[in-house]
């Protein structure tokens, strides 16, 4: 099953107010070449960037995995190679990945790596304003009930790598119960 058929685009709408995510310096830059945050792309969800202008270098596994990272043009770290960092604009945002339409939610591993959880990212400095807690919390609420509604679980037996590893700096809101493919 596709996934862009188990959760659309459209039934995850953006949390993050576009003036915070366009001033913000956290998303789409990483420390390290092999980090473990950067994005995870099905092969559909890579055939979908690359039809939207991606470049078929960024995508080292056709059939699934983590983009590859460029350098940051001013030499600190790496960036999202779909990431225009002179814009601050995604430059494949209507076709994103599942990882991204998530953020600030991280779909992660329990720290036993048995158990899925929905948690918040407090890198994100939206999740670490107390005065959008609420809101944050009816939206993992949402998350958690399109995820239940749709078949994410098959989606993730096929490509258990979307799902991350424990986070410290991940605050964990909802329990989906055993990870489809057992733990890592």
Do not use: W
């Not at 945002?93 to 790596?113: S, T």
């Not at 959880?117 to 807690?133: E, F, H, M, Q, W």
């Amino acid at each position: 099953m596709p996934l862009s058929s188990v959760l659309p685009g459209h039934d995850l709408p953006q949390i993050v107010p576009s003036e915070l995510c366009l001033t913000c310096d956290v998303c789409c830059r990483f420390p390290e070449r092999e980090s473990v945050l950067r994005p995870f792309f099905t092969a559909e969800e890579i055939e979908q960037a690359v039809a939207h202008g991606a470049a078929h270098e960024h995508f080292p596994d056709p059939g699934g995995g983590r983009i590859r990272l460029v350098p940051h043009p001013d030499g600190e770290g790496y960036l999202c190679p779909c990431f225009d960092h002179a814009t601050q604009h995604c430059t494949i945002y209507p076709v994103r990945p599942l990882d991204c339409r998530l953020y600030p939610i991280a779909l992660m591993r329990d720290r036993e790596g048995q158990d899925l959880i929905l948690g918040l990212d407090t890198k994100c400095p939206y999740v670490r304003d107390s005065a959008n807690a609420s809101r944050l919390r009816d939206y993992v609420e949402r998350v958690d009930r399109e995820m239940a509604r749709a078949d994410l679980r098959n989606v993730l037996a096929v490509y258990p790598d979307l799902i991350g590893r424990f986070q410290d700096d991940v605050i964990p809101n909802v329990n989906l119960g055993p990870h489809p493919a057992g733990g890592s």
